[in-house]
């Protein structure tokens, strides 16, 4: 299945289209697309079974992020070699834990509103949670696993990393800085879901490109490792790590500016597409 937000109403992408799905289950499922994460197994007997009708054309245009309001989301630090490389750290031996807030949440496409003079980029594969998941061992995990979605981890840099105690978590947490989409993807639509194209460019500039197979902690062994220490949800997001090419990771730096294009793509899911645009600046302590 390929699941979307449609002007704040829960569809099914099909090959004609958009099918609201309250309408096609008469009610048996609301128009929420985040609460139908909840009632998982049910939603996806009744979509593997249903006589779904024709969709009516998908405006993209008013496409939001496939899940608005998740319980909690995770994002992971250092998840690709080369990327821990150009960051000038040690791998990992356990997975670097950080979260973006809620309000940064937003859909595939619109305008990046920059905050500051130093915002990167960070392309990522989402993972999106169909069912409670608590010390759930690496072979099992799949089966807790709703869909895939594009990410972008976007991230102001000074912010992120001012002396003396870094915040990631504030820094990656401006309005905008994680656009999710265009479509959640259920694992059994791709021949392997653990390893996917993902990539960005700037103005047709290719400056990402690696698959997802190359993770240092795949999707299962994060699974395992969050859900060892606390539930997961259905519905909550697990941001997976982006590959080497960010911005801060150059020699020199290079950070976005207004006017430029980013997109965004993960193999058989899609594309997310932000114009940069100027923002209000932010203000710290002198």
């Known amino acids: ?12 992408v099909t090959a004609t289209g958009a099918v609201d799905v309250e309408e096609a289950s008469r009610g048996r499922f609301g128009p929420d697309p985040t609460a139908v994460y909840r009632d998982w197994r049910d939603f996806t007997a009744w979509a593997a079974s249903a006589d779904l009708p024709d969709g009516t054309p998908l405006d993209e245009t008013l496409l939001g992020a496939p899940v608005p309001e998740p319980g909690q989301i995770f994002a992971i630090g250092l998840n690709y070699r080369e990327h821990a490389t150009e960051s000038g750290l040690d791998f990992p031996v356990e997975p670097p834990v950080f979260t973006k807030f809620r309000t940064s949440l937003t859909g595939p496409y619109g305008e990046l509103a920059l905050p500051g003079d130093t915002v990167d980029w960070e392309a990522e594969l989402v993972v999106v949670i169909g069912r409670e998941a608590r010390h759930v061992a690496a072979a099992d995990a799949w089966a807790y696993v709703a869909g895939l979605t594009v990410g972008q981890d976007y991230s102001e840099r000074t912010r992120q990393l001012l002396p003396p105690a870094p915040q990631f978590s504030l820094g990656k947490s401006f309005p905008g800085f994680a656009p999710i989409g265009p479509v959640v993807v259920t694992p059994d ?28 902690f ?40 207004a006017g430029e294009e980013v997109v965004t793509w993960v193999e058989g899911i ?17």
């Open 189 to 216: 639509e791709f021949p392997d879901p653990g390893n996917l194209e993902i990539g960005c460019s700037i103005d047709g500039e290719q400056v990402q490109k690696a698959r997802t197979g190359d993770l240092i």
């Open 270 to 286: 899609g594309q997310l597409r932000q114009r940069c645009v100027p923002g209000i600046p932010y203000t710290t302590a002198s």
């Open 218 to 257: 795949s999707v299962p062994v994060l699974i395992e490792r969050l859900s060892a220490v606390l539930p997961l949800q259905p519905g909550d997001l697990i941001f997976t790590g982006t590959p080497s090419g960010v911005g801060g990771g150059r020699n020199p730096k290079r950070f976005l500016v």
């Open 1 to 12: 299945m390929r699941i979307a937000n449609l002007a704040g109403r829960l569809v099914l």
